[in-house]
């Protein structure tokens, strides 16, 4: 119920349409997607976090929202080569390989097994695939996958680091509000491939990045090998001469 003699505003960060029904399945997800509808209807200003979260509640809720794009705080990156080596020591990460790092929740929507699947039409003796995050996926995951070149690394408090000592970034999502870990990538001067979806389109422009086709292994495949090959700095990847 609204609240009386009160202006409300609440920030939209999901679309409960996909979000839910990937997480929790058809008639649980269907139900919280009511709830979740009939609380935003029940807001005087919601605010999405994305034009295209902003779009899809008004295509499909007929529910107008003003939007304002998710932002993150802006770190001092280094990521030059000599740099790179030191963090990848530190961190135990092999510096004589290109390194695809992966961060957010293990979970159906960011589809994991996807990305592993077209690391390994990839060419994997060159490179090394990192997970960080948790997930309802992620023990399942690791122990079917997880070797030499696949590194699932759960939560970590050092993503920075991580980043920093990568090479590109990898996002297999089928939806999303505006991702701060694609933000992060990007702030931190990595080059993305990522799922062809509305907030990942969104995305486009704000830094160097290639979209592949939403579900499609061989699609993802041929755009990280296309990343590599137009890099402006593909000469030396984190040092290495491909």
Same mark, same amino acid.
């Given at each position: 119920? +609204?609240?009386?003699?009160?202006?409300?505003?609440?920030?939209?960060?999901?679309?409960?349409?996909? =979000?839910?029904?990937?997480?929790?399945?058809?008639?649980?997800?269907?139900?919280?997607?009511?709830?979740?509808?009939?609380? $935003? +209807?029940?807001?005087?200003?919601?605010?999405?976090?994305?034009?295209?979260?902003?779009?899809?509640?008004?295509?499909?809720?007929?529910?107008?929202?003003?939007?304002?794009?998710?932002?993150?705080?802006?770190? =001092?990156?280094? $990521?030059?080569?000599?740099?790179?080596?030191?963090? +990848?020591?530190?961190?135990?990460?092999?510096?004589?390989?290109? /390194? &695809? /790092?992966?961060?957010?929740?293990?979970?159906? +929507?960011?589809?994991? *097994?996807?990305?592993?699947?077209? &690391?390994?039409?990839?060419? *994997?003796?060159?490179?090394?695939?990192? &997970?960080?995050?948790?997930?309802?996926?992620?023990?399942?995951?690791?122990?079917?996958?997880?070797?030499?070149? /696949?590194?699932?690394?759960?939560?970590?408090?050092?993503?920075?680091?991580?980043?920093?000592?990568?090479?590109?970034?990898?996002?297999?999502?089928?939806? *999303?509000?505006?991702?701060?870990?694609?933000?992060?990538?990007?702030?931190?001067?990595?080059?993305?491939?990522?799922?062809?979806?509305?907030?990942?389109?969104?995305?486009?422009?704000?830094?160097?990045?290639?979209? &592949?086709?939403?579900?499609?292994?061989?699609?993802?495949?041929?755009?990280?090998?296309?990343?590599?090959?137009?890099?402006?700095?593909?000469?030396?990847?984190?040092?290495?001469?491909?």
């Amino acid at each position: 119920s +609204r609240l009386k003699n009160v202006i409300t505003f609440n920030t939209i960060h999901n679309f409960p349409g996909e =979000d839910y029904i990937f997480q929790f399945g058809a008639i649980m997800g269907s139900l919280m997607e009511m709830k979740h509808k009939k609380a $935003i +209807r029940n807001i005087d200003i919601p605010i999405s976090c994305s034009k295209s979260i902003a779009e899809k509640f008004k295509l499909k809720y007929k529910i107008n929202s003003s939007w304002i794009q998710n932002g993150i705080e802006i770190n =001092d990156f280094d $990521i030059t080569t000599g740099k790179k080596h030191e963090l +990848r020591k530190k961190l135990a990460l092999p510096t004589d390989k290109i /390194i &695809f /790092i992966v961060s957010g929740s293990l979970i159906p +929507r960011k589809n994991p *097994e996807l990305i592993i699947k077209g &690391f390994h039409q990839f060419d *994997e003796k060159k490179s090394v695939l990192i &997970f960080i995050g948790g997930g309802k996926l992620y023990k399942s995951l690791r122990e079917q996958y997880a070797k030499n070149s /696949i590194i699932f690394l759960n939560n970590v408090l050092n993503v920075s680091e991580y980043l920093s000592s990568s090479d590109y970034y990898i996002s297999a999502s089928s939806s *999303e509000g505006l991702p701060n870990s694609v933000l992060e990538a990007l702030s931190s001067g990595l080059p993305t491939v990522l799922s062809d979806i509305p907030a990942h389109r969104e995305i486009v422009g704000k830094g160097y990045t290639y979209l &592949f086709k939403k579900g499609s292994v061989d699609d993802l495949c041929g755009k990280m090998k296309l990343i590599i090959q137009d890099d402006y700095q593909s000469l030396s990847v984190g040092g290495i001469n491909i």
